[in-house]
C-alpha cells in the first residue's frame, strides 16, 4: 500500500532527528530547533521529497542547502544564547537562518545573490520569523552597522580567513565558525574564540561547501 505524503513526512521527520541524534548531536536547544523548522519550505519544490534526507541539495543561483547534520553540528559549537546577535554569511534558503533565530535574540544574515536574499526574505517572513535581517551584499565586507555580534557563522569556503569579519565579532567571548580551504581542495571547520589576549583557534570536522566569492553577484 502506498503510504500518504503526510505519513511519509512525519516518517522521515522523525528519521531526521534520530539520525542528528546519533550522529552526537545532543544539545537540546539545537535539536528543537531543527525540529521546528519545516526543512521542506525551504527546499526547492523538486527536492521536497528529500527534504528530510541527510544530504546537501541544489537551490537557486547554483547554491545549495547544507546537509541537516552541518547545520546542527555548525549551530551546537556556535554556543547561541538566548540574548546573542548573530551574523551569518551566506544567506542561501535562509534555512540556518531560520534555526538561529530559533535560538537567539537577532539574527543578521548576508547573501550575495539577490535573488536567494529576497527569496529567504519572504520564506522567512511567511513563516513568521520576526528576529531576522536578512541583507544583500558582500559578506567578506560583513555588516558592520551591526557589530559587534557575539557569534558569527559563514556558510561558504574562503580560502583565507576574511579579517574583516573577525574585527566585527564581539571581544572576550566572541565565537566565530567558518569552513575554510580550496574549492577543490580539502576544507575544514574552523572554531575562533576571541579571548582577552589572544584568539584561539579549533579545527572541527572536514566539511565541503560552495566558495564564498567577493562583491555582489551580477544577476541578469
Ligand atoms: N546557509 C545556507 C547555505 C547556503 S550556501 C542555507 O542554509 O541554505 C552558501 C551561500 O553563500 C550561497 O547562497 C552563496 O551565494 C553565498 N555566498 C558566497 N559568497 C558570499 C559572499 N561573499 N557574501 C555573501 N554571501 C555569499
Redesign the pocket.
Known amino acids: 500500500m502506498s503510504r500518504t505524503p503526510s505519513y511519509q513526512q512525519d516518517n522521515d521527520r522523525m528519521e531526521f532527528l534520530l539520525t542528528l541524534r546519533r550522529r552526537g548531536i545532543a544539545d537540546k536547544a539545537v535539536l528543537r530547533a531543527m525540529d521546528e523548522v519545516p526543512r521542506e519550505r ?1 527546499v526547492d519544490a523538486n527536492f521536497v521529497e528529500s527534504a528530510y534526507a541527510d544530504q546537501a541539495l541544489p ?1 537557486d ?1 547554483g ?4 546537509q541537516p547534520y552541518v ?1 546542527a553540528y555548525m549551530t551546537e559549537q556556535l554556543g547561541v544564547q538566548p540574548h546573542h546577535r548573530v551574523l ?10 531560520a534555526v538561529l533565530s530559533r535560538l537567539a535574540r537577532e539574527v543578521v544574515s ?4 539577490r535573488t ?1 536574499a529576497d527569496r ?1 526574505r519572504d520564506r522567512l517572513k511567511s513563516l513568521c520569523y520576526d528576529n531576522v535581517d536578512v541583507v544583500s ?4 565586507v560583513g555588516v558592520p552597522g551591526g557589530a559587534p555580534y557575539d557569534r558569527i557563522i559563514v ?2 569556503a574562503a580560502e583565507r580567513l576574511p579579517e574583516t569579519l573577525l574585527d566585527q565579532l564581539a571581544d572576550n567571548g566572541g565565537v566565530m565558525i567558518l569552513p575554510l580551504g580550496a574549492q577543490d581542495g580539502s576544507q575544514h571547520l574552523i572554531k575562533l574564540t576571541k579571548l582577552q589576549t589572544e584568539t584561539r583557534r579549533e579545527n572541527l570536522i572536514p566539511v565541503r ?9 551580477q544577476e541578469l
Do not use: N
Not at 137 to 140: A, K, N, S, V
Open positions: 525551504f537551490i543561483c547554491q545549495t542547502i547544507s547545520v551569518e554569511i551566506g544567506t542561501g534558503s535562509g534555512y540556518q537562518t548576508i547573501e550575495r545573490y536567494l529567504a551584499g558582500d559578506g567578506f556558510t561558504a561547501f560552495v566558495p564564498m566569492l567577493p562583491g555582489q553577484a
